[in-house]
Each structure stands twice: as C-alpha cells, then as structure tokens.
Nanobody, 116 residues
Framework: QVQLVESGGGLVQAGGSLRLFCVAS????????MGWYRQAPGKQRELVAT????????SYINPVKGRFTISRDNAKNTVYLQMNSLKPEDTAVYYC?????????WGQGTQVTVSS
C-alpha cells in the first residue's frame, strides 16, 4: 500500500515563494509519471504540473508557467513543486498523485494560502 504525504504549504504574501514536498512511502514497485494537483474552495481539482518517471520532461498549465517548477528525486521517492511569484489565485489545497491515471489514494494535501 503506497501512501502519499504532502507538505510545505503555508501562508505567504503575494509575490512570495513556497516549496512543496510529496513523499511516497510503502511499497512503490515502479516509478510513475507524477503530477501536482490543486483544489481551490468551491472548484474541482485540477492538474497543475506533471513530470515523467525519469524527470526528463515536465509540463504546466498556462496560469503557472514560468512561476512553478516540478522536479523529483526517485532515490528519495519525493516529488517537489517550487512555487515562485505566488498569486492569490494560487490559493488551494495541493496534492500529488500519478498521471495520467490515479494509481494511489489521495493524501491529505497541503494548504497554500496567498494573501494579497
């Protein structure tokens, strides 16, 4: 059973930065393509950034391009999301999971709140 644990969120002023962490624990039999998702209040969960299993290729939704960077360390079973120039519209609970299909149960997420 694989568990995903997200951390690193917090309250930050607009223009600030945060680095999110997603650690996979348990029996991780193979590497997966991974993604960071977010869910804002009253909105559906959306995929924000993706990274291939080896880390060679990444992708981002337009609103975060140039501001967010996804990376991973497979030796540590960890996926990162560096978020710079944060905006109030980035406020959400952030989760990680596999792509394109969800392979693991959702973790508790980590709350990111950006004040204006």
């Amino acid at each position: 059973q694989v568990q995903l644990v997200e951390s690193g969120g917090g309250l930050v002023q607009a223009g600030g930065s945060l680095r999110l962490f997603c650690v996979a624990s348990g029996r991780v039999p193979t590497f997966y393509h991974m993604g960071w998702y977010r869910q804002a209040p009253g909105k559906q969960r959306e995929l924000v950034a993706t990274i291939t299993k080896g880390g060679a290729s990444t992708s981002y939704i337009n609103p975060v391009k140039g501001r967010f960077t996804i990376s991973r360390d497979n030796a540590k079973n960890t996926v990162y999301l560096q978020m710079n120039s944060l905006k109030p519209e980035d406020t959400a609970v952030y989760y990680c999971n596999t792509i394109p299909n969800i392979a693991f149960s959702w973790g508790q997420g980590t709350q990111v709140t950006v004040s204006s």
